[in-house]
């Protein structure tokens, strides 16, 4: 299948990163946000790490404006008729994605995949509610998007072999490296990630060392780039909270509580770096 036209859903960190690599690899993108304000915000930071490219000369000027030129905005579902593909990237709550989903199935045309960016959530599960489940899957990039050159494609139980080939040739288009993993929570990238960071959080909590500290111990002794503690706040302490409890509630394991400190931040609000606070301030 020939992929041409990409939506994405959602203009936050994910699906502003998703949508800008797909411009710069030459896709025309749909950029939906449920509303304008969102779908601005999301437009500036693409437009901001396009004029860094420009500036460090891996990019014309001219090339920054083609890429912008090809992203179109929406605020309507309904723009789904036109794709050939849509990602995914709203909040990691299955109920928001399963109802994005039910309401695409019966917008996009009949040959289009619907990917999802999920970084955790059974693909199997947000498959179920559509007509389509052969043309559902996971396509789980990581952040920031234009750095990262992982693609993580999670098949779901029904994923046909040609749709998981479309996608794998897309990511391969994006200039980035499929994974092929099988649909079990977390997949392997945060199955694995989480719950160092949420025993991270756990150190924090217990006192055996300040934040700075955990996170010098992570990034000298085992060469990260960044701490656990300043990671989960980029990544956005509620996405950490959600994928941690997806990881408890499908593997019925208590080795995957989520540290309350945790979910006492995000319950105040303190999502990371997106909302100014986490474990650090924002400027
Ligand atoms: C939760 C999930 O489901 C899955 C996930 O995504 S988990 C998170 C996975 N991501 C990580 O683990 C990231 C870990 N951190 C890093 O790799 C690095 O700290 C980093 C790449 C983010 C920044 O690197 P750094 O060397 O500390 O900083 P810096 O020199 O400013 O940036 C390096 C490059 O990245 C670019 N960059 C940094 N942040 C960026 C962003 N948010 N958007 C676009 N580009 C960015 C910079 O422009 C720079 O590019 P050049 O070298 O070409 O000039
Ligand atoms: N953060 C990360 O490191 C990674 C996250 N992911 C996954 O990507 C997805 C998005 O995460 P992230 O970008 O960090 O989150 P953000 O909070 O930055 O962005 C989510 C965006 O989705 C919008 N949104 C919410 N509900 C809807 C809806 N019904 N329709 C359209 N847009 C909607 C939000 O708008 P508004 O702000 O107006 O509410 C916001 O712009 C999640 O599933 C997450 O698990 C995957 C890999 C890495």
């Known amino acids: 299948m020939d992929i041409k036209r990409v939506m994405v859903i959602g203009a936050g960190q994910m699906g502003g990163g998703i949508a800008q690599v797909c411009a710069q690899s030459g896709f025309d993108v749909i950029l939906n946000d449920i509303s304008e304000a969102s779908y601005e915000r ?8 396009l004029a860094r490219s420009v500036e460090k000369g891996r990019m014309s000027e001219e090339e920054k404006s083609a890429a912008l030129g090809r992203i179109t905005k929406s605020t309507d579902l309904s ?4 794709a050939d593909i849509i990602i995914e990237a709203a909040v990691e709550k299955m109920e928001i994605k399963q109802s994005i989903f039910r309401q695409l199935d019966g917008i996009a045309p009949e040959h289009a995949i619907l990917a999802t960016n999920t970084s955790a959530l059974p693909i199997t599960e947000i498959a179920a509610v559509t007509k389509r489940p052969g043309q559902v899957i996971g396509m789980h990039f990581m952040n920031p998007v234009p750095v990262m050159k992982l693609v993580e494609i999670i098949r779901g139980l029904a994923t046909e072999d040609g749709v998981y080939e479309a996608v794998e040739d897309m990511t391969r288009k994006l200039s980035k490296t499929p994974v092929e993993v099988n ?21 924090l909590y217990e006192g055996v060392a300040t934040k700075e500290d955990i996170d010098e111990v992570m990034k000298l002794g085992m060469n990260h780039p960044m ?4 990671l989960a706040d980029f990544i956005g302490l509620d996405t950490c909270l959600y994928i ?7 593997f019925g394991d208590p080795k995957y509580r989520p540290c309350p400190l945790l979910r006492k931040y995000v319950n105040a609000g303190w999502l990371g770096k997106k909302s100014g606070r986490g474990f650090y301030v924002y400027e």
């Open 227 to 230: 701490g656990p503690l300043q």
């Open 183 to 203: 649909d079990y929570p977390g997949f392997v990238s945060n199955r694995v990630l989480m719950p160092m960071i949420n025993e991270a959080i756990f150190t």
């Open 79 to 82: 723009d789904a008729k036109d």
């Open 244 to 250: 941690m409890e997806v990881l408890q509630e499908g």
């Open 42 to 49: 999301g437009l500036r930071v693409i437009d901001k790490n």
